[in-house]
Each structure stands twice: as structure tokens, then as C-alpha cells.
């Protein structure tokens, strides 16, 4: 069964602070994704890759960064994090462009920047 | 501005009626997907429905693709089709995902 999963689940830090979110995905897929989800705005797509070293900037790139190690490991930056950035966060990886292809999603990762 | 609309924003229904949920966007649509999210937080796609009509179990999908909307119809709900539903577009010459702000449905005894 496709898997994927999220760590830390919870994350609470403060105002400049340095922030590494992570996400392993076991399905062999190509395409990883980063999406936020705050009350109000349902999911909006930070970044996504399609492979290893590949990085593509999605909707709201801005404050965040990110990078794919490995076919299975995308990890999502907060260099100087914010309050703003507060918010739900989600993984997804599907096996091509998600646009037409399912995506599988982990568990979420929720972070407070106070 | 905001790229897909859905309504209604929130339903209640009781167990065994019919749902219908819309989603309308602001340009053309290349792709579009339904997902559901559960009262508990995890998502999952439903549908792949870019255009035309698509069953699955009890939902099926119309996308009308020149008058820029789709809708996801429910048939005989049960309460464990509580939860939100969100539509999300990718719009034409973007390689983008854009998601509506759901439908939170609560089916009751």
C-alpha cells in the first residue's frame, strides 16, 4: 500500500527561527508535493519536485524552501520562520503530474510559529 | 484571485439523502481532481474528472470544461461521508494545483 509519511506531526517554535519539516514516501513515485492548508484557503501548493535534485516552485513559494534528497525523502525549509507561516502542512507524492494522476497524502504536520 | 469556487460551503443531510456539490473556476481547466478530507485530517484523492462524466461507487463527477465547473454528486449519504470535500484545478499553460476552499458535509442519523 502506497505510504507516506511526515515528521515532526507537531512543531512549535519561535519568531526567526529555523525550521526542517520532512517527508519519506515508500511508492516508488516521482512526484513529491508541499501544500499548506489554513483555515479559510483549503490547500495551496508551496513546491513540488519530480525527482531527485529537482525542485519546482508551486503557488506560494515565498518564505520556504525545499529540497529532494532521494527518490523517497522532500524536505521543507523555514530558514527565518514566522508567524504567517503558522499552518497545516501536508506531503503528497503521486506516480506523475498529480493533475491527473491520484495523490497520496501523509498524515500532516501542523507548526506554530509564535 | 481566487482560481475555484465551491459551494455550498457547508451541508447537512440526512443519512440516505442525495449531495450535491459544485465547483466553478475562473479559467480553463486542463485538469481537475475531487478530494476528501476526513473529520480527523487525512486526505485522499476521489476522482480524476478533467472532463465529462466519472463514476465511482456512490459519487459521480460532471465537468463541463467550457463553462469552466464540475460537480460531485453523492448519492444515498452515510454518515461516514462526513467530512470536506475539496475540488482543485490545474489551470491551462500552468503546471500549478489550485484547490477550493471545500465543502464541509455532515451527514446526521
Known amino acids: 500500500e502506497a505510504a507516506v509519511t511526515q515528521s515532526p506531526r507537531n512543531k512549535v517554535t519561535v519568531t526567526g527561527g529555523n525550521v526542517t519539516l520532512s517527508c519519506r514516501q515508500t511508492?516508488?513515485?516521482?512526484?513529491m508535493y508541499w501544500y499548506r492548508q489554513d483555515t479559510g484557503h483549503g490547500l495551496r501548493l508551496i513546491h513540488y519536485?519530480?525527482?531527485?535534485?529537482?525542485?519546482q516552485i508551486g503557488d506560494v513559494p515565498d518564505g520556504y524552501k525545499a529540497t529532494r534528497t532521494t527518490q523517497e525523502d522532500f524536505f521543507l525549509l523555514l530558514e527565518l520562520a514566522s508567524p504567517s507561516q503558522t499552518s497545516l502542512y501536508f506531503c503528497?507524492?503521486?506516480?506523475?503530474?498529480?493533475?491527473?494522476?491520484?495523490?497520496?497524502f501523509g498524515p500532516g504536520t501542523r507548526l506554530t510559529v509564535l | 484571485g481566487q482560481q475555484v469556487q465551491q459551494s455550498p460551503a457547508s451541508l447537512v443531510l440526512q443519512e440516505g439523502e442525495n449531495a450535491e456539490l459544485q465547483c466553478n473556476f475562473s479559467?480553463?481547466?486542463?485538469?481537475l481532481q475531487w478530494f476528501y478530507q476526513r473529520p480527523g485530517g487525512s486526505l485522499v484523492s476521489l476522482l480524476y474528472?478533467?472532463?465529462g462524466t466519472k463514476h465511482t461507487g456512490r459519487l459521480t463527477s460532471t465537468t463541463v470544461t467550457k463553462e469552466r465547473r464540475s460537480s460531485l454528486h453523492i448519492s444515498s449519504s452515510q454518515i461516514t461521508d462526513s467530512g470536506t470535500y475539496f475540488c482543485?484545478?490545474?489551470?491551462?499553460?500552468?503546471?500549478?494545483?489550485?484547490f477550493g476552499k471545500g465543502t464541509s458535509l455532515t451527514v446526521i442519523p
Open positions: 482543485a484545478m490545474e489551470r491551462a499553460g500552468y503546471q500549478n494545483f489550485y
Open positions: 479559467s480553463t481547466a486542463t485538469q
Open positions: 474528472n478533467p472532463s
Open positions: 503528497a507524492s503521486s506516480d506523475d503530474w498529480g493533475g491527473s494522476y491520484e495523490q497520496y
Open positions: 519536485s519530480y525527482g531527485a535534485g529537482n525542485l
Open positions: 511508492n516508488s513515485h516521482n512526484y
